[in-house]
Every structure is written in structure tokens, then in C-alpha cells.
């Protein structure tokens, strides 16, 4: 080995040929490549733009989301008034809840998914490096919470502790990084015996130090793409909570709890089931169709 391949290795330089390894490509040819599939290209601009109106929205159209108009009672959607998704039983703007609502959805969404990833891929990545009793005795850790009844738990949470926001993403936290530590656990496995981890403990670099600068950053472009397949899943589960009202409480929203509302209210007023379902549908499809993109931009079998 020459002196310039091992600085190479120990840099990292030289990743693994795996799926989903961003290193042997330029930013520009993961664009160029992101860009050719269509369904990405519009699920990523349509998230976008549900992003801008979540937070922005509610600042443009000027309304409190609890402001109540005693002129338009269980008005349906109308452009008239400005009510375009209409009001409740209560004269409260669907539209103004609704981006209220997308913006705590997405933020559990977010906040839950970067939990998720930070704690299963150090768990997952310490695991699959030290291997032997360290790694049996993580993963029995990992099948032992498997096989508790996760919405079990997420109730006493919620009945015990209350409804709070940050309860919330803890609770959908608490579980959603086990996926993630298998996964993390499976490509570790195959990148501990590369030739720049063997270089790295050649020259004394301690085990802890090779899991942090060159098992981690190799493992970014799956973690990515495996972060778009799991926001959906925490975004729904929130939705789910919030259905069963064990989500946030008023005066918060979120998704979940107006279609809760909405389907309690359906054969008089469809509009408020219709609305938020349509949104948070919409949402989780261009989650799916970013994250199917950016699989095929960083499989190495598209590269040219």
C-alpha cells in the first residue's frame, strides 16, 4: 500500500461501492440524476410548497386559527369571505387550522426522525463495528423492545404524563430509532472490514474515533434515504395518536386531531374530514416519491 492510497483510506476517501453511498459522486451528478426522475422532482417541489404555506401561510392570511367568525357557522368551502377550505360548527377558519396543524404534523415529523437517526445510528453503528458480546448483547436490548406493544406504551405515556408536544415526539422517538439501528448494525457489518478501517487501526486510531470519522460518514447516503422512508411512518403514527386523542392538546393542533373532528362531524360537515386528509395525504406521498429519488440518485447502478 503507498503512502497516498492509505491517506486515502484513512480520510475515507476511498468509500465502499455499497448502495447508497454518496462519496463517489459529485454533488452536481447526484442533482443531475435526482432530476431525471420526474414523480421525485414534483413530490419535492409540491413539499415544498406545503412547507412555505404551513409556516408562512397562517402569517399571510392574517387569522388566529381560534378566531371565531359568527357570520360563516359551519360554512362550506367557499371563495367568498375568504374561507377557501371553510369554517366549523365553531366559525374557526379549516384553512388557517389546517396550516397550523401541517406545521406541528411536520414538526414531530422532523424533530422525531432526527431522534430516531442520531440514536440508531450511533447505537447501530457501535454494534456492528466491536461486534462479538457488544453487539449480541445491543441487539437483544433492540428484540427485546421489538416485542413490546409500542401503542401500548405510547397510551400510558400519554394518559400518565399528559399530551404535551415534546411528550409527543418522545414517545414516537422512544421506539422509531430500532429500524434505523438494524439497518445502521447490517451496513457497519460489511464496512469494518474495508481496507481504510483496517489502515485506521493500523496506525492506533481508537475504536470510537474510527466509528465516528469513517463508519458514520460512510453511511450517510442510506441513512438519508432511510430517513425519508421513516418520516412518513412518524408523521402518520402522530396522526394515529391524535385520532385516538392522545395527541397535542387544544389550543394546538395537528392533522390527526382535525381529521378526528372531522370524521366525527362527517355527514354534516365532509369538508373538515376532507381537507386535512387531503393534505396529509399528499404529504407522506411526496415524502415517499423524494425518498424513491434519492435511492435511485445515489444507487451506484445509475451512476454513467
Given amino acids: 500500500m503507498t503512502p497516498s492510497s492509505s491517506s486515502s483510506d484513512l480520510t475515507g476517501s476511498s468509500a465502499p461501492s455499497d448502495p447508497c453511498q454518496p462519496a463517489s459522486g459529485s454533488a452536481r451528478s447526484l442533482l443531475v440524476r435526482f432530476a431525471r426522475n420526474r414523480a421525485a422532482l414534483a413530490g419535492a417541489a409540491v413539499l415544498a410548497l ?19 367568525d359568527w357570520t360563516a357557522l359551519s360554512l362550506p368551502p367557499t371563495l367568498q369571505g375568504g374561507h ?12 388557517v387550522r389546517t396550516l397550523i396543524g401541517g406545521r406541528v404534523s411536520l414538526e414531530v415529523g422532523l424533530l422525531g426522525t432526527l431522534a430516531a437517526c442520531v440514536v440508531g445510528v450511533a447505537y447501530g453503528a457501535c454494534a456492528g463495528y466491536f461486534g462479538g458480546r457488544v453487539d449480541a448483547a445491543m441487539m ?9 406493544p409500542y401503542m401500548l406504551i405510547a397510551i400510558l405515556m400519554m394518559t400518565l404524563f399528559g399530551r404535551a408536544f415534546y411528550l409527543v415526539v418522545l414517545t414516537i422517538a422512544a421506539f422509531s430509532w430500532l429500524d434505523m439501528a438494524r439497518m445502521v448494525r447490517g451496513q457497519t457489518l460489511s464496512l469494518r472490514t474495508r481496507e481504510f478501517v483496517d489502515a485506521a487501526k493500523a496506525m492506533g486510531v481508537a ?6 470519522r469513517h463508519i458514520v460518514p460512510n453511511l450517510a447516503g442510506v441513512v438519508i434515504v432511510y430517513a425519508t422512508v421513516m418520516a412518513p411512518g412518524i408523521v402518520l403514527t402522530e396522526s394515529v395518536l391524535s385520532f385516538l386523542g392522545l395527541g397535542v392538546q387544544e389550543p394546538m393542533t395537528s392533522w390527526g386531531v382535525l381529521i378526528e ?10 369538508w373538515l374530514l376532507l381537507c386535512p386528509a387531503v393534505m396529509l395525504c399528499s404529504t407522506l406521498y411526496c415524502v415517499g416519491f423524494l425518498g424513491d429519488g434519492l435511492r435511485d440518485a445515489l444507487d451506484p447502478k445509475e451512476r454513467s
Fill in 207 to 212: 475504536g470510537p474515533v474510527i466509528v465516528a
Fill in 50 to 68: 406545503v412547507v412555505l404555506a404551513c409556516f408562512a401561510g397562517p402569517l399571510w392570511l392574517g387569522r388566529d386559527p381560534a378566531q371565531s
Fill in 140 to 148: 437483544r436490548i433492540v428484540d427485546i423492545m421489538y416485542a413490546i
Fill in 84 to 95: 377557501w377550505f371553510g369554517t366549523d360548527e365553531l366559525g374557526r377558519d379549516l384553512l
Fill in 261 to 270: 373532528d372531522g370524521a366525527q362531524k362527517l355527514e354534516a360537515m365532509p
